[in-house]
Each structure stands twice: as C-alpha cells, then as structure tokens.
C-alpha cells in the first residue's frame, strides 16, 4: 500500500512537472507590455493638458512610470530611449445619470471619462508608429446619493487617468 501511495505521488509530481515545463500555452503575466520591434526604452515626451482639471498630464506620466517600471521597461533622456511617447489629454468629464430599480430608491451613476491623442516616434528607424491617436479611459461610480464627495470625485478622476493609461500600455501592445 505504501509504495502504491509512492507510485502514485511521484506520477502526479511527472505530471505536474511536465505541464509546468511543457507550458501548455499558458502565460505567465499576460498584460505585459510588449513595445515594438524589440523595443526596452521610452521617452515620455510633452505630456499636456487642455482640459479645465489642473494637473492630469502629471498624474497620468505618474500612472505610465509606474506601469512601465512594473513591465522592466527603462525611461531613458530623449535621445537614448527606442521610443518616444507623448501624450495630450483633451477632456476629463463627469455625466450623472440618474435611474431607480423601484419606486423606493434613487440611484445615481457618476461616469468618468479622460480622453487625449498617443503619438509615438521610434527614434531608432525615425518614423511615426502612432499620430494623434485617440484613447478613452473610463470610470464609474454608483450610488444612492445624489452628489459625490470630493474624496469621490478625486477617486473617480484617477480610476478614469489609471484606465487611460491601461489604454496606452494596451495600444503599445496590441497595435504592433
């Protein structure tokens, strides 16, 4: 009995150990970063703001540091890194909606929405792989009650930058 119970434990650490070899096409960290072409390096480059909220073109460099740290992909001076990114955020917006489930109760929908133009120079061939490329990030927040907090609105401004910039992480991904 003991050595059947061996027997059996050493097939299934086989198993185990040939499907974590093997990989079966699973992937590890499926929302990295690829930046084309081979890529390792970025520039952000004239990150600005036209919309009426001050300060969003600095969060939003913030949010792409931070994600780029996490993929190991270096921001380097303008004339070393592979790429250079900028970025003009055009709107930040707020809508509320209003619906009800029943007669009872009052719920409220606060959506936010960023939205600015990617472009994306890669110094290395000296040609454009993105001009002017429209992205959205987008946030909601419902509730019962009809006005948001400052702490709320402040909450929902940066969910709203944090999805634009999985945005841009994603064009870089998915557009090359």
Partial sequence: MKNQFRSIRQTYFL????????????QLNRNRIQLPNGAQ????????NNSYTPRLEF?????LIGK???????????????LVLSFVIDALSMTKSTYSLDDSDQTYDFAFKSV?????YDNRTQTYYLKDTQLTGSYSIKTTDS?????????G????????????????????
Avoid: H, M, W
């Avoid at 390096?41 to 600005?48: A, M, Q, R």
């Avoid at 006005?147 to 909450?155: A, G």
């Fill in 59 to 63: 969060d939003l460099k913030n949010k």
């Fill in 15 to 26: 198993f185990f150990l040939f499907f974590l070899i093997a990989g079966c096409g699973f």
């Fill in 41 to 48: 390096s970025v520039y952000l480059y004239n990150f600005s």
């Fill in 157 to 176: 401004r940066s969910k709203a930058l944090d999805s634009l910039a999985s945005a841009i992480s994603e064009k870089l991904t998915d557009s090359f």
């Fill in 147 to 155: 006005d948001l907090s400052t702490i709320d609105e402040e909450e």
């Fill in 116 to 120: 600015g133009k990617l472009t994306v």
């Fill in 68 to 82: 780029f740290a996490l993929n190991s992909i270096t921001i380097q001076p303008d004339n070393n890194a592979d």
